[in-house]
């Protein structure tokens, strides 16, 4: 069983940035690929960046090409550096992990999620 454990949501007006992090609690954490995804209200949740095992692929939504950056660390961090941030943007983030090679960007490939973070972008 892996924990996730979200970081680093806010209030933040249009154009700021901000640096969502994610802990997982294990001691395997190579072996996971690790995706972000958020959840805007009244919508369906969307895949926003994902990692691979190695940090060697990454990919991105569309929405948020050339403004967001996913990373991983060497012990057992993710984060999303989002910058540009839009109206638009607002919405509950969640960090997700995934045995799949990847890395994966439908949410079924991922096997553990945590309770996520809300990012609220105002105008």
């Known amino acids: 069983q892996v924990q996730l454990v979200e970081s680093g949501g806010g209030l933040v007006q249009a154009g700021g940035s901000l640096r969502l992090s994610c802990a997982a609690s294990?001691?395997?954490?190579?072996?996971?690929?690790m995706g972000w995804f958020r959840q805007a209200p009244g919508k369906e949740r969307e895949f926003v960046a994902g990692?691979?095992?190695?940090?060697?692929?990454m990919n991105y939504a569309d929405s948020v090409k050339g403004r967001f950056t996913i990373s991983r660390d060497g012990a057992t961090n993710t984060y999303l550096q989002m910058n540009s941030l839009k109206p638009d943007d607002t919405a509950v983030y969640y960090c997700?992990?995934?045995?799949?090679?990847?890395?994966?960007?439908?949410?079924?490939?991922?096997?553990?999620w945590g309770q996520g973070t809300q990012v609220t972008v105002s105008s």
């Open positions: 997700a992990a995934s045995r799949n090679l990847g890395p994966p960007v439908a949410e079924y490939n991922y096997d553990y």
């Open positions: 294990t001691r395997t954490f190579t072996t996971y690929a």
């Open positions: 990692i691979s095992q190695s940090a060697g692929i």
